[in-house]
């Protein structure tokens, strides 16, 4: 007849088996956690070239436009040059504006990362309970029982 006490693992086990789920799951929550860190920082890489595109045509605008100005009195190069400020400043206008958006849609940082961990949270309390009831005989039993 087997020992029912050989059977059932020992605390050390126990403790081991709940160390490598707990590691396994901290290494799945630091790996979601860098992916994240990876698409803020590539976001924020673009909004940089962007505003820096922006700042770059708003200048080239600007001189534009003071030659624009200069030559405002001779012949009809001032139509080619008005266009010219008029193109870099309008580009300027819509870098501006895709910089504002860009900043505006960005979620909050690690927002995958923490649902994943109030999920974890969720379930570990769940498991609390369901390990309440069935301590007491509350737990539901299932049919072919």
């Known amino acids: 007849m087997p020992d029912p006490m050989r059977d059932k693992p020992g605390v050390f086990q126990t403790l081991k088996r709940l160390l490598r789920a707990l590691l396994e799951i901290g290494q799945t929550r630091l790996s979601l956690l860098a992916n994240e860190a990876e698409e803020e920082k590539i976001r924020l890489v673009r909004v ?3 505003c820096f595109l922006a700042l770059f045509c708003l200048g080239l605008g600007v001189v ?5 100005l ?3 009195f001779w012949e009809s ?3 080619l040059l008005g266009a010219g400020s ?3 400043l309008a580009l ?8 504002r958006a860009s900043l505006r849609q960005g979620q909050p940082l690690f927002a995958a990362t923490l649902t994943e961990l109030r999920r974890d949270i969720a ?3 769940d498991g609390d309970t369901e390990n309440d ?3 007491t005989g509350d737990a539901h039993e299932s049919p072919a029982a």
């Open 92 to 99: 300027a206008a819509i870098l501006v504006g895709q910089c």
């Open 123 to 125: 379930s570990l309390r």
């Open 77 to 79: 190069r001032l139509l």
């Open 64 to 68: 534009l436009l003071v030659a624009f």
């Open 70 to 72: 200069t030559l405002l």
């Open 48 to 50: 940089f070239a962007l």
């Open 133 to 135: 009831a069935s301590e």
């Open 86 to 88: 008029l193109a870099f």
